[in-house]
């Protein structure tokens, strides 16, 4: 699995990218999916600095979405089934939803319309993209810089 740092040169990188064309508004799927994608990468290196979460209100050791299951099965809790076979974006959703609350709002707005851009090729508006991206990475960003110690950033020209 990936380390922490790996994962914050990952996310720098994405925001790079997205810096590089974000303002043409020639690939707005790209830009929301890129966004998210920086924000997966946000969200592990979190995991990996944080090294607990909470699971039912139960502190469990983690470094990576995907050890949730086993976590929970070593804290002699009942794994639920469709756990066992769910996506890293399904494991990592939990995990953002009761952990990291303060973020949980824009990263699932990222998440789903990640999804509309990638699957169901829905065209977006320049004032969509506004609304979705720019609040919501900012907010990501700021969240990791406080409560992770990075320092990310992101110029939207």
Aim: charged fraction near 25%; hydrophobic fraction near 35%.
């Amino acid at each position: 699995m990936p380390s922490e740092k790996l994962h914050i040169a990952q996310a720098s990188h994405n925001l790079s990218f997205l810096e590089s064309f974000y303002s043409s508004y020639n690939y707005s799927d790209w830009s929301i999916t890129v966004a998210f994608y920086s924000s997966i990468h946000i969200v592990e290196g979190a995991i990996c600095f944080k090294k607990k979460i909470k699971y039912l209100g139960k502190d469990l050791e983690v470094s990576h979405s995907d050890q949730l299951p086993g976590a929970i099965k070593k804290a002699g809790l009942t794994v639920p089934e469709n756990l066992l076979s769910a996506s890293h974006h399904s494991l990592r959703g939990l995990i953002v939803n009761e952990n990291f609350i303060e973020i949980r709002e824009q990263y699932n707005l990222l998440y789903s319309n990640s999804r509309t851009a990638r699957y169901r090729q829905y065209s977006w508006q320049k004032h969509e993209v506004e609304l979705i991206v720019k609040p919501a990475i900012k907010e990501i960003i700021k969240w990791s810089n406080k409560e992770c110690a990075t320092t990310f950033k992101i110029d939207f020209k």
